[in-house]
């Protein structure tokens, strides 16, 4: 999408629909950089050449915002076919994507699918009822391409221990459709099903990752920014704002360690604070307070980098290591 002209607010205040409205434009903000390329790339090739392949990523990294937009590209599409001399409208579902419930048994996974293929009675039947339906429904629909997402939710969350039962219905059903899959999950989780499962990890020998940035080498710390800078120009603002420069970027990247969620809701808080503001640019005055209102309960140690003052990446990450006693 086009970025829209933001008009100048030079210290007047905002108003809520013009809030409302910037604050929707910065929460559909995607950057396609180059390991979002590279993955959709990926995709396209399972489509196409008929493959599968297991997507497993950092939690935020983006894993699952790749899959919704692959999903875009292939919309619904609504045809016509005769039958018994009578032509029937019909919804074809060329990309059909499913997230995987907490605990998802084969029952659970069977109603999504449905559901997602417009069954009205996804959740009535028994196992082998609704998994006939799935069959049935994914023919009808003439479904090209099957990207399940959430695989690590075939991980029972009070016993830790893999459903092999969904496992096992998933590959089944992997062997009855002769369809191109993509699954997507947690990385470490996600691993510990197919290791479980020897024929499912035998199906899916191509397992990518998907991680947040690093920002250790020149070229991470270039790729870090060059990500800070298409996301700057995409911003809500009249003015850019240069989040990308080496003293903020560095900044950013303690409190986010490059995933893109947690640099999505720092964002969004920090833009909130500036636009209240009547700014026409984001400033560190407004990443302090933004900052404050993130929850990183798995970093204790964490402190706000958003001072003024100069910062030390490598110091402020060995801060937040645990000490021996």
């Known amino acids: 999408m086009e970025k829209p002209i933001f008009f100048r607010l030079d210290g007047s205040p905002i108003d809520e629909t013009e809030l409302k409205e910037r604050l929707m434009w910065l929460d559909q903000i995607v950057v396609h950089h180059q390991r979002f390329y590279e993955l959709y790339q990926v995709i396209h090739d399972c489509h196409v050449f008929k493959k599968g392949a297991a997507i497993l990523g950092d939690t935020g990294a983006g894993k699952s915002t790749l899959f919704r937009i692959y999903e875009s590209r292939y919309p619904k599409v609504t045809k016509v076919k005769t039958l018994n001399y009578q032509k029937i409208e019909y919804d074809t579902v060329p990309v059909l994507r499913v997230e995987l419930d907490s605990n998802s048994k084969p029952q659970n996974v069977a109603s999504k699918l449905l559901q997602k293929l417009g069954d009205p009675f996804y959740n009535k039947g028994t196992e082998k009822q609704l998994t ?50 993509i699954f997507g999950g947690i990385r470490e989780d996600a691993k510990r099903i197919f290791a479980s499962n020897k024929q499912l990890d035998e199906r899916f020998p ?109 110091v402020a990450l060995e801060k937040e290591k645990p000490t021996s006693n």
């Open 206 to 314: 191509y397992k990518l990752a998907f991680y947040g940035f690093k920002y250790q080498t020149e070229e991470q710390k270039k790729e870090f920014r060059g990500f800070l800078k298409s996301l700057d120009y995409q911003l809500p603002f009249a003015d850019e704002s240069n989040i990308y420069d080496p003293y903020l970027s560095e900044k950013i990247y303690y409190v986010t360690l490059g995933i893109p969620r947690t640099l999505n809701h720092l964002l969004h808080h920090s833009v909130k604070t500036a636009l209240k503001a009547g700014k026409n640019k984001l400033d560190e005055r407004d990443f302090q307070y933004g900052f404050s209102l993130l929850s990183l309960e798995t970093r204790p140690k964490v402190v706000n980098p958003f001072h003024g003052k100069a910062f030390d990446l490598n």
């Open 132 to 181: 006939s339906r799935v069959k049935e429904y994914i023919k009808d629909a003439e479904v090209e391409l099957l990207i399940i997402d959430e695989l690590q939710h075939l991980i029972d969350t009070d016993t830790q221990r893999v459903i092999r039962k969904a496992a096992d219905w998933l590959k089944q059903l992997l062997n009855d459709l002769n369809l191109p899959i």
